[in-house]
């Protein structure tokens, strides 16, 4: 069945940067797009940035513009975000999904990996 | 990109009926018929209930249904069952391939 792991979560201080990591398998991952959306302790959900099936075209939220990056290596059936110049308000399980194909949403999702930015 | 607006809580009791909103503006749930709908109990990752407004993927239970009506969402679920306790979100498509997510709702059985 589809699965998703996310990995790479950790603390770390503010400035600095961190890589997390996706793993999928139980479809084709390079048919897919795939999404990082993110939830701050005790607090709603938050998307985050998407990246189409074949890499070509990523998109972000305001929030994180120009600081996180996301990507992916079908080779490796695996989802990254790149998060640079980490802020306090960027503490959060972040959690990979897969996007629905023809429709606007989300599933499934990872089980999630916390990222805490504190000095 | 503001966030979507829910009740922060709702509750009812086993077997009755509860509707949860979500209003947004002409950008996002006005905009678009691309509103979806995820469970989440505590500690657990989000499952998708509902997407495009009204379908349900297959395995949700028919007690889960959407409607639309301008800007606002519903997620209405008929004869609650102690189960269903959780956290409940909407999410419409935004354009230009960003979405926007709803605070989130608390759904009590008493």
């Known amino acids: 069945q589809v699965q998703l792991v996310e990995s790479g979560g950790g603390v770390v201080q503010p400035g600095g940067s961190l890589r997390l990591s996706c793993a999928a398998s139980g479809f084709s991952f390079s048919s897919y797009g795939m999404h990082w959306v993110r939830q701050a302790p005790g607090k709603g959900l938050e998307w985050v940035a998407f990246i189409r099936h074949d890499g070509t075209n990523k998109y972000y939220a305001d929030s994180v513009k120009g600081r996180f990056t996301i990507s992916r290596d079908s080779s490796k059936n695996t989802l990254y975000l790149q998060m640079n110049s980490l802020r306090s308000e960027d503490t959060a399980v972040y959690y990979c999904?897969?996007?629905?194909?023809?429709?606007?949403?989300?599933?499934?999702w990872g089980q999630g990996t916390l990222v805490t930015v504190s000095s | 990109q503001s966030a979507l607006t829910q009740p922060a809580s709702v509750s009812g009791s086993p077997g009755q009926s509860i509707t949860i909103s979500c209003t947004g503006t002409s950008s996002d749930v006005g905009g678009y018929d691309y509103v979806s709908w995820y469970q989440q109990h505590a500690g657990i990752a989000p499952k998708l209930m509902i997407y495009?407004?009204?379908k349900r993927p297959s395995g949700v239970s028919s007690r889960f249904s959407g409607s639309k009506s301008g800007s606002t969402a519903s997620l209405t679920i008929s004869g609650l069952q102690a189960e269903d306790e959780a956290a409940y979100y909407c999410c419409s498509y935004a354009g230009s391939f960003t979405w926007v997510f709803g605070g989130g709702t608390k759904l009590t059985v008493l």
């Open positions: 999904a897969k996007e629905v194909i023809g429709y606007h949403a989300f599933d499934p």
């Open positions: 495009d407004v009204i």
